[in-house]
């Protein structure tokens, strides 16, 4: 876990940590929803709101705007080490899913589309209205319920050389559970080499390192409110496979253009802020020079110091008792899951999911319900539960707000 100077130093650079805006202090274990967002962010996006000049014109303050995106694409390329392609922006992550999957499925040869039933409907929903609109077979590879997860394995019986485009969730946001990202791309590659692999990055980028070179993948999706970055766009990686391929644009256009319309400058100076402060935060924890190495240093601190959260909050720590000592109590994935990501998702038999937040929240504590709708029912109607309380951490959560949430739940448990 980070020392208490380190973490201090962490939790000093965000907004609201202690305390929320408009009810007054809490503990936020609702990032999944949202994280909090660096103070360098809220800065940066006031100073670019009020900048009167657009990209593109001959006069310096134009000029300076599209340094500010081209230093973003840079930064960002580093942080997911993407080889090649292009990152753009546009009004979600969400939207940036919808774009990739439609544009492969309406733009390459036939062939079936391949996803999984642990997806966030942002890819899964997507996959399924265009594989129908252009005449494609969609093949669901069932999830594992025990474990929360998908693996190559679940993929491998349903891959056929024809496949064409393929979905792959980063992490789940219902159940916490991370997926191999790379070893599932690869047993589609050694199948269907051709297949354009799209990724739903969008839980998992908060929670530890991404490597791009490494997973051979054709897109890449993150919505930055839940990397520490602010509501209003989203962002993606597209390879340069992907980028070429026919997709929307303006007639007469520079062809290899995915954005659409004057982009917001602020947006792309803020993920230039997430990278900076990933980069100071590497340089915390370890003795790397080199960015990218940095970079993986602080997606190393990130993921162990969430892990040490998450085991405390499933197991207890000093004097306060786990969520696994109380009676009834079920945890989505299991309590002992090496692919958890900040995250924990439980029940308690006998005791309304509604309740249990409610009570929370009257106890200083927010955390979050998910239902078996459109958003969680993939997750929760295999396991025949109509909803469930969601903890999601961050790195900037500690020890005792984990302690806080215990003694609650010793309140609140029937």
């Not at 800065?43 to 000049?53: L, N, Y």
């Not at 969520?323 to 998702?345: F, K």
């Amino acid at each position: 876990m980070f020392d208490s100077a380190t973490l201090s130093a962490i939790r000093d650079r965000f907004a609201h940590v202690a305390a929320c805006p408009i009810t007054g202090p809490r503990v936020f274990f609702e990032n999944a929803g949202g994280a909090l967002t660096l103070k360098s962010v809220v800065d940066t996006t006031a100073t670019f709101a009020a900048i009167p000049d657009n990209q593109g014109r001959a006069n310096p303050a134009s000029a300076h705007l599209v340094q500010v995106i081209a230093k973003a694409r840079d930064d960002v390329k580093l942080l997911l080490n993407a080889p090649g392609g292009q990152v753009i922006v546009g009004e979600s992550g969400t939207e940036m899913l919808y774009r990739m999957i439609r544009s492969a499925c309406m733009a390459t040869t036939a062939g079936p589309v391949i996803g999984s039933t642990l997806e966030h409907p942002a890819s899964r929903s997507a996959a399924r209205l265009w594989a129908d609109r252009s005449g494609r077979e969609y093949i669901a590879v069932a999830h594992d319920d025990a474990t929360g997860t998908v693996t190559a394995d679940h993929y491998r019986p349903h891959l056929r050389p024809d496949l064409a485009v393929a979905t792959i969730i980063h992490t789940s946001p219902v159940t916490g559970m991370g997926v191999d990202v790379a070893g599932i791309a690869a047993a589609i590659r050694e199948t269907a080499p051709r297949c354009l692999i799209i990724v739903d990055g969008i839980q998992h980028a908060a929670h530890g390192g991404i490597d791009l070179a490494a997973a051979g993948v054709d897109g890449y999706a993150i919505s930055p409110y839940k990397m520490f970055s602010r509501h209003g766009y989203g962002v993606a990686w597209i390879s340069d496979r992907l980028a070429a391929l026919p997709h929307e644009a303006l007639v007469g256009g520079p062809a290899e253009n995915w954005e659409l319309g004057t982009r917001d400058t602020g947006a792309y100076a803020t993920l230039s802020d997430v990278v900076a402060y990933l980069d100071w935060l590497g340089a915390q924890v370890s003795d790397e020079t080199a960015p990218r190495a940095r970079l993986e240093a602080a997606a190393g601190a990130i993921h162990a110091h969430e892990h040490a959260l998450c085991d405390a909050m499933l197991h207890g720590t000093g004097n306060h008792a786990g969520l696994t000592t109380l009676p009834g109590v079920q945890i989505v994935g299991g309590a002992d899951n090496p692919a958890r990501e900040g995250l924990v998702s439980f029940w308690i038999e006998g005791a309304a999911s509604a309740d249990i937040v409610a009570g929370l929240e009257a106890r200083g504590v927010r955390v979050h319900i998910r239902k078996a709708d459109h958003y969680s029912g993939n997750i929760l109607d295999p396991l025949c539960q109509s909803d469930c309380v969601r903890v999601s951490l961050a790195h900037y959560n500690s020890l005792d707000e984990v302690a806080q949430f215990l003694d609650a739940m010793q309140d609140i448990a029937p």
